[in-house]
């Protein structure tokens, strides 16, 4: 049974925690008061343990815990007075600075105890922001559950387009004449009001078409994720996946449970890490699901590394009839992260003859990239001008120019 100082010092304990600004609930003090009944309070080591690992959740916590333990609970002296055993933490004052961990390290500092060296970490890489750039080829199991996680935050939005529907608005392009005459009826025929109205914007649809060939097999998994996280987070979005032929998993996505879309979608999938047949697989597409999902100004987003096993005339020539159905057409290519790419591969050279933009999908950094590009985009009249010519693709890689051959 805990005695009552014990409890009154193991509530400061957790207050003092809160001020240096580690998180402790109250679930947390109590689960802790509870556990302490079954271990040693005579040992030292038995409380630390408990202690840390039931009011710590943060790894990065870890240090400053210790330090807070080892100055709250430190052994008695009779020699030191009381205040000196047990400090407690410092009341919050109006006219105080808060009690955070560089006010606690000065503290520590007039007391006059051993320093203890606290590393440096101005001008570092924090672990989010070494996966940011780390190639998605070369990432261990622990960082892709990690990067899994970090891509389902992504915030997707894709730009908006102006509907046939009018809505009132203040700033209006037009004039709003029902409510004008409205407004005149009611003042003797003298319109006091020009109420104006705008057309209606909406988001842009999404289409992914995605490769899972062998050739894409480092990156597949990590770019379904991709299409769950945009289907999770947009109204509009419809996904297909090819190797040897064309597969819609725009069903399978839309579960709510990660694991389980992910699973579904992939179970659908016959020819996942098999041959690549680009061509066949986007002249299914522009047959039979092209008219269907393409309206209304889509944005269409191919997944593929350029590796084509068949005929790349046909390629380029499903290519261009892609880009024509679409406001844009935006070809992702792991490949192209690479320092020195260059699009040498027959499919891809043709297939870039018509893409609006080439951009590179090789680690998490690239994608977030990706995503501000989509909220971006441009109007439509930038996309027929575009298709006539009078604009360029937008090409961005790590370095080196494009060959003669896929030079638009």
């Known amino acids: ?74 052994a008695h002296n009779p020699a030191l007075p009381r205040r000196q055993q047990m400090p407690r933490a410092p009341r919050h004052r109006p006219q105080a600075q808060p009690f955070t961990i560089v006010t606690y390290m000065a503290y520590k500092a007039r007391l006059a105890d051993e320093a203890i060296d606290v590393a440096d970490k101005a001008g570092t890489y924090s672990p989010g922001e070494l996966l940011q750039r780390k190639e998605f080829s070369a990432l261990t199991p622990e960082e ?25 608005r203040r700033r209006g392009e037009a004039l709003l004449m029902r409510r004008v005459v409205r407004d005149a009826a009611r003042h003797g025929g003298v319109p006091l009001r020009l109420a104006r109205q705008a057309r209606k914007r909406k988001p842009r649809p999404l289409v992914i078409v995605a490769d899972i060939s062998g050739s894409m097999e480092k990156y597949s998994r990590l770019l379904l994720q991709l299409c769950y996280s945009a289907t999770r987070r947009l109204d509009r979005v419809e996904c297909f996946v090819f190797g040897t032929r064309l597969t819609r998993i725009t069903a399978q996505l839309r579960l709510r449970n990660t694991d389980r879309a992910l699973e579904q979608a992939a ?75 260059q699009p040498l591969a027959a499919g891809m050279a043709a297939a870039l003859r018509h893409v609006d933009d080439f951009l590179p999908a090789h680690n998490l950094q690239s994608l977030e990239q990706l995503a501000e590009h989509l909220a971006a985009l441009g109007d439509r009249a930038q996309g027929r001008a575009r298709r006539k010519g009078r604009g360029r693709p937008i090409i961005q890689r790590a370095s080196g120019p494009l060959p003669p051959s896929a030079a638009p």
């Open 1 to 74: 049974m805990i005695d009552e100082s014990f409890l009154k010092n193991i509530l400061l304990f957790t207050r003092a925690l809160r001020r240096a600004g580690i998180p402790v609930g109250l679930d947390q003090t109590l689960e802790l008061l509870r556990a302490l009944e079954w271990v040693n309070l005579g040992s030292r080591e038995q409380v630390f343990y408990t202690c840390r690992s039931l009011l710590v959740r943060r790894q990065e916590h870890l240090r400053l815990f210790a330090i807070l333990f080892a100055h709250f609970w430190r």
């Open 144 to 168: 892709l559950a990690r990067v899994r996680r970090l891509i389902q935050q992504l915030n997707w939005r894709v730009s908006q387009r102006a509907t046939r529907r009018r809505v009132p």
């Open 267 to 341: 179970r659908e999938v016959v020819d996942w890490g098999g041959g690549t047949r680009i061509g066949p697989s986007l002249h299914s597409f522009n047959r039979r699901w092209a008219r269907r999902v393409l309206g209304r100004g889509a944005v269409a987003l191919v997944i593929s590394d350029g590796w084509e096993h068949g005929d790349a005339a046909l390629l380029a020539r499903e290519v261009r009839t892609l880009r024509r159905r679409c406001h844009r057409l935006i070809w992702l290519n792991p490949l192209a992260g690479r320092v020195g790419y």
